[in-house]
């Protein structure tokens, strides 16, 4: 089995920075990439960053200058650092792990269990 841990939502003002954590635990043989999803009340989940294993990186436009995603790859950990946060940047936020359990794969991807971010005065 595989298991992502989160950790690091809560309540910003406006303006201000949170940083989320999330650690893949378990049956890994390989993580292929991770990154963070959010959805919002009535809206769709939409990508916010992914990390992919080389060093590539992708952000949801409306967070590109503000958000940094990064992973520690021995602990199997992916964080975001978020600045400058938004109201608008309200949601429960979702990690995720494309990883291969065994050589050769398959693929498989595993969620987190989401952490509520906040940003309100």
């Known amino acids: 089995q595989v298991q992502l841990v989160e950790s690091g939502g809560g309540l910003v003002q406006p303006g201000g920075s949170l940083r989320l954590s999330c650690a893949a635990s378990?049956?890994?043989?390989?993580?292929?990439?991770m990154g963070w999803y959010r959805q919002a009340p009535g809206k769709q989940r939409e990508l916010v960053a992914v990390s992919i294993s080389g060093g590539s990186t992708n952000y949801l436009d409306s967070v590109k200058g503000r958000f940094t995603i990064s992973r520690d790859i021995a602990k199997n950990t992916v964080y975001l650092q978020m600045n400058s946060l938004k109201p608008e940047d309200t949601a429960v936020y979702y990690c995720?792990?494309?990883?291969?359990?065994?050589?050769?794969?398959?693929?498989?991807?595993?969620w987190g269990q989401g952490t509520q971010v906040t940003v309100s005065s």
């Open positions: 378990g049956s890994i043989f390989r993580v292929n990439a």
């Open positions: 995720l792990a494309d990883l291969d359990r065994a050589p050769g794969g398959p693929q498989f991807r595993y």
